[in-house]
């Protein structure tokens, strides 16, 4: 079984910049991917951005290219998702998803389906 944890939520002023991380752990392999999600108050969740395990290549939903990135420290098995010029609609909760290699379904990431095991959440807010 593979737990999930994130951390790294908080307050920040707009304009300001966080850094969230998610760390997998519970057996001794690497994911095939993760993913960030986010549950913006009033809307569906939302895809942020993921990342292959394995080469890190990364991709970006639309609202969030250019200012938010994804990397992944292997020593550590974490990944990381560093926002920048943070906005006050940036608020949420923020959700970290793996694909293990466990995983059957088909394999978009950009849809929850594409993961087999999150995290608990963790709260961002964004001030104006």
């Known amino acids: 079984q593979v737990h999930v944890v994130e951390s790294g939520g908080g307050l920040v002023q707009a304009g300001g910049s966080l850094r969230l991380s998610c760390a997998p752990s519970?057996?001794?392999?690497?994911?095939?991917?993760a993913g960030w999600f986010r549950q913006i108050p009033g809307k569906e969740r939302e895809f942020v951005g993921a990342?292959?395990?394995?080469?890190?290549?990364?991709f970006y939903g639309d609202s969030i290219k250019g200012r938010f990135a994804i990397t992944i420290d292997n020593a550590k098995n974490t990944l990381y998702l560093q926002m920048s010029r943070l906005k006050p609609e940036d608020t949420g909760i923020y959700y970290c998803?793996?694909?293990?290699?466990?995983?059957?379904?088909?394999?978009?990431?950009?849809?929850?389906?594409?993961?087999?095991?999150w995290g608990q959440g963790t709260q961002v807010t964004v001030s104006s």
């Open positions: 519970g057996r001794t392999f690497r994911p095939y991917a």
């Open positions: 990342i292959f395990w394995n080469g890190g290549t990364t």
């Open positions: 998803g793996v694909r293990t290699l466990d995983a059957r379904n088909l394999f978009t990431g950009t849809n929850e389906a594409s993961y087999d095991a």
